[in-house]
């Protein structure tokens, strides 16, 4: 299983660095990780979505499991999340009990620890890989959410 994480408390505050993806590869993972933090009294889980640029089912669950199984359901935020996740996260339901923000400091901080080894050429070429990713990704769960809610009963 790849990482793809980072998480440390702050205080009651539970911090998640994401990075590329919160999937099957690695959701199960990071669920494992945040139960070290069931009883710590967790008030607010923050998901640093500044690197993330896609999530499945099983990275939703996790969602999921941070509001449920945390604490007495804490405050989940996404910080700097890119309209494609969060529209996902919207049109499964799920974006009701999250609240989304955006943090430029974060933003510098994300860059500086994944971003400054890099030449000019490589971030641009890992810019065009991401917003094609993005795309991508967004294309696909368009169809995903519009069969799910066909399936719906109202």
């Given amino acids: 299983m790849e990482k793809d994480f980072d998480v440390k408390k702050n205080g009651s505050a539970l ?17 494992e990780e945040m139960s070290k933090y069931a009883n710590q009294d967790i008030q607010r889980v923050v998901f640093n979505a500044t690197g993330l640029i896609y999530i499945s089912s099983s990275g939703l669950r996790t969602v999921f499991y ?15 999340c890119v309209k494609e996740i969060r529209d996902v996260l919207t049109s499964v339901g799920i974006a009701q009990f999250i609240k989304f923000e955006e943090n ?9 620890h994944h971003l400054t080894n890099l030449s000019k050429e490589e971030i641009a070429r890992l810019s065009t890989e991401r917003k ?23």
């Fill in 104 to 112: 430029d400091e974060m933003k510098k901080e994300f860059r500086k």
């Fill in 15 to 31: 911090v998640i660095e994401l990075v590329n993806e919160l999937s099957a590869d690695n959701a199960p993972l990071l669920i």
């Fill in 66 to 80: 941070a509001y449920q199984d945390l604490g007495d359901e804490p405050e989940i935020v996404f910080v700097n």
């Fill in 132 to 154: 094609k990713s993005l795309d991508q990704f967004s294309a696909n769960n368009d169809v995903v959410c519009y069969t799910m809610k066909l399936g719906q009963e109202d």
